[in-house]
């Protein structure tokens, strides 16, 4: 990938730059499952970026151990889908944008906003909170009753 002029590889040492998260503040998590902790960035993962993902259940510093195999977990995990033409998506990432592109932008538009509120931390802790509420009043109805 060095002859390539839209990657760029940095190392960051943690102890000269302790960077915990991202411009627009999205957690970085270094170290959390191992070292190296290899993140990608690209217009879809914004400047938040995303993990390089294991393929191995070797510890993570063996697996990208190996220069090659690093360098295929990251072009893997760069994939890039194009939502007009569908070139680099999988299956169902092209039947999932068929599916919405019948809806049009403004089902689109309210279908986002729900995800988003989903993934709210207010939301979130709410739907724990009832998912508690919800294993206590199960418990108390006995193994054998359902709801």
């Given at each position: 990938?060095?002859?390539?002029?839209?990657?760029?590889?940095?190392?960051?040492?943690?102890?000269e730059a302790p960077i915990?998260?991202?411009?627009?503040?999205?957690?970085?998590?270094?170290?959390?499952?191992?070292?190296?902790?290899?993140?990608?960035?690209?217009?879809?993962?914004?400047?938040?970026?995303?993990?390089?993902?294991?393929?191995t259940k070797q510890k993570?510093?063996?697996?990208?151990?190996?220069?090659?195999?690093?360098?295929?977990?990251?072009?893997?995990?760069?994939?890039?889908?194009?939502?007009?033409?569908?070139?680099?998506?999988?299956?169902?990432?092209?039947?999932?944008?068929?599916a919405w592109r019948e809806?049009?932008?403004?089902?689109?538009?309210?279908?986002?906003?729900?995800?988003?509120?989903?993934?709210?931390?207010?939301?979130?802790?709410?739907?724990?909170?009832?998912?508690?509420?919800?294993?206590?009043?199960?418990?108390?109805?006995?193994?054998?009753?359902?709801?």
């Open positions: 990938m060095k002859d390539d002029p839209l990657v760029v590889f940095g190392d960051v040492n943690l102890r915990r998260s991202a411009a627009d503040g999205t957690p970085l998590n270094p170290g959390m499952g191992g070292w190296p902790t290899l993140r990608y960035f690209n217009s879809e993962t914004g400047p938040g970026g995303a993990v390089v993902e294991q393929n993570i510093c063996d697996e990208f151990k190996d220069g090659a195999r690093m360098v295929e977990a990251t072009k893997a995990s760069m994939k890039i889908c194009d939502a007009v033409s569908g070139a680099g998506c999988d299956p169902d990432e092209v039947t999932y944008f068929d809806q049009g932008k403004g089902a689109i538009a309210a279908e986002a906003a729900r995800l988003a509120d989903l993934l709210s931390e207010e939301t979130q802790k709410k739907m724990q909170g009832e998912t508690r509420l919800l294993a206590k009043l199960s418990k108390s109805l006995g193994a054998n009753d359902e709801l």
